[in-house]
């Protein structure tokens, strides 16, 4: 009778132990296919690259910093910009107020800080983004951007080096934490003067925290393909790899200025939307 009863737990315990363990694999193979830190690496890098478009047009207009032509965008046209060209380094404010509706259909609030310790052309020139209660669409921005110039390379093309550090997003699905070490190639628009003819490519990598919590890593595999004139990336390729999950390839298209990117995971591919 013992050895009967032995017998009928041991199998009990292993067809518990078999059923628990299937639906452990069957949890972990349905939960690996979220792509939020495919989302919210995109939704930062767009934040950050339309803080380098804001300059761009900022400091187009103002004397004294790199090229006073006027803009294209319409971004500025309700924000207030006090340039300083006294200070060293020379330093442009830009002022959304309380709430100043852009172009791009984007609320912006509070303020963009910006220091040149030089021209934009100029190599060696470094240019310092900062914030106060700056926000896009109700979400908090944070965080120190750095673009130094490199100079030409072999194609005669300026190239910047971008530095983000201790970003933070705050959005009210939870925060966003970021930072990133770039080249960016300045690849088409370099000899005129409109803006929106601008074109760039962009190399390296990024690390952060998705609004879930779950840390992420990020290499650019083919180069971010940015047009002035379009709010998001045209084309490219990255890798994302969550913490404890499988790696991800994020698609951003084939130059169509649209939001439309893709994520593959384990040979599933799933359609997302850019912010």
Request: proline share 1%; aromatic share 8%.
């Amino acid at each position: 009778m013992k050895k009967l009863l032995f017998h009928i737990f041991t199998f009990a315990a292993i067809v518990l132990f078999t059923f628990a363990s299937c639906r452990k694999n069957d949890k972990v193979t349905d939960e690996d296919n979220d792509i939020e830190a495919a989302e919210d690496n995109a939704y930062a890098e767009d934040v950050f690259g339309d803080v380098y478009k804001i300059m761009d047009e900022a400091a187009r207009e103002q004397n004294g910093f790199y090229k006073n032509e006027q803009s294209e965008t319409g971004t500025l046209s309700c924000a207030i910009i006090t340039a300083d060209t006294t200070a060293n380094p020379r330093k442009l404010t830009i002022d959304f107020g309380n709430g100043c509706v852009g172009k791009d259909g984007r609320t912006r609030t509070g303020k963009i800080i910006i220091t040149f310790t030089g021209r934009y052309r100029t190599q060696g020139t470094v240019i310092t983004h900062t914030f106060d209660n700056y926000t896009v669409n109700g979400n908090k921005v944070a965080g120190v951007k750095t673009v130094t110039n490199l100079g030409n390379n072999s194609r005669n093309n300026l190239v910047f080096k971008i530095e983000v550090k201790g970003a933070e997003i705050t959005t009210s699905n939870g925060i966003i934490s970021w930072e990133s070490t770039r080249e960016r190639e300045w690849i088409a628009g370099q000899n005129t003067a409109a803006v929106t003819d601008d074109e760039y490519s962009i190399t390296g990598s990024a690390k952060g925290t998705n609004r879930k919590g779950r840390k992420f890593d990020i290499t650019i595999t083919d180069p971010l393909h940015i047009k002035l004139n379009c709010k998001w990336i045209t084309d490219g390729k990255l890798e994302v790899k969550p913490e404890g999950k499988l790696k991800r390839t994020v698609d951003y298209g084939n130059g169509n200025c649209d939001n439309d990117a893709t994520v593959s995971i384990a040979g599933k591919t799933y359609n997302f939307k850019m912010k």
